[in-house]
């Protein structure tokens, strides 16, 4: 999954990962990280998800990171948003309305990107790159983040060889690898194939939805 193909899902619109609502998930068990309502928040991957937009309402100042401008600025014209576009270093930063969204690759993050970070939420993120880039995606990040840091991370874990990603499958044995060290809690996972019927016409026979709470 290199860049050139998320740049040609966004320009030509194939982005059924983008939801027209807030995740129910994030709703539920958001407030099981018990972090300050002023504390920032870090989406990686952020597209021009409605989450952001719930986690702004909750108090956060919110930062996230996204290769596709244009997915940033639909984000920021479909809200209303005042943002101003400024360039740093590797990346183009829209800054405004308690947003910080920088435009360019996650691996291209340094320390200070992520400085005063104590939580995450990661949907459609860890899932959306394939096994040899994840690794390096949670290493990188578990690098930059400083200590004490919670994480709601919502993964899909179906056999791998009845669909091609993404979304990947991402076991929960691959998590608890990814992130040993850690506390992890599986805090809901239940059957959700059913709601993706295209999953199911292309063959898939299982799909698993896990939501987790880890904390460093
Ligand atoms: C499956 S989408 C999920 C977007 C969002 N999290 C959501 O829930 O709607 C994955 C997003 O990651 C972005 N992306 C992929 N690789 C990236 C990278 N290396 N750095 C930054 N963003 C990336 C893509 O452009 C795409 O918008």
């Not at 050139?4 to 939801?19: L, N, S, T, V």
């Not at 920032?40 to 937009?53: A, E, F, Q």
């Not at 930063?93 to 005063?116: N, S």
């Not at 991370?153 to 669909?163: A, I, K, M």
Request: a negative charge.
């Amino acid at each position: 999954m290199d860049a050139a193909f998320w740049h040609e899902r966004w320009q030509r619109g194939e982005i059924g990962f983008h939801k027209a609502s807030t995740n129910p998930l994030l709703q539920r068990w958001w407030p099981r990280l018990g972090v300050d309502a002023e504390a920032p928040v870090w989406v990686p991957l952020c597209g021009k998800s409605l989450d952001l937009i719930w986690l702004r309402s909750q108090g956060h100042p919110v930062r996230g990171v996204e290769l596709a401008r244009s997915a940033l600025e639909s984000f920021s014209d479909e809200h209303g948003l005042d943002v101003q576009w400024q360039t740093e270093g590797e990346f183009e930063v829209a800054e405004g309305a308690g947003f910080t969204l920088y435009c360019g690759d996650v691996f291209a993050l340094r320390p200070e990107h992520l400085q005063g970070i104590g939580a995450i939420y990661d949907r459609a993120a860890l899932i959306a790159l394939p096994p040899e880039m994840r690794a390096r995606y949670v290493a990188h990040q578990r690098a930059l983040l400083p200590a004490g840091w919670r994480l709601l991370l919502v993964t899909l874990d179906y056999p791998q060889e009845q669909r091609p990603g993404p979304p990947f499958s991402v076991s929960d044995a691959e998590v608890r690898q990814l992130y040993a060290g850690c506390s992890i809690e599986v805090l809901e996972e239940k059957d959700v194939l059913a709601d993706h019927k295209v999953f199911a016409s292309q063959g898939m026979r299982s799909l698993t939805e896990r939501v987790y709470l880890i904390a460093d």
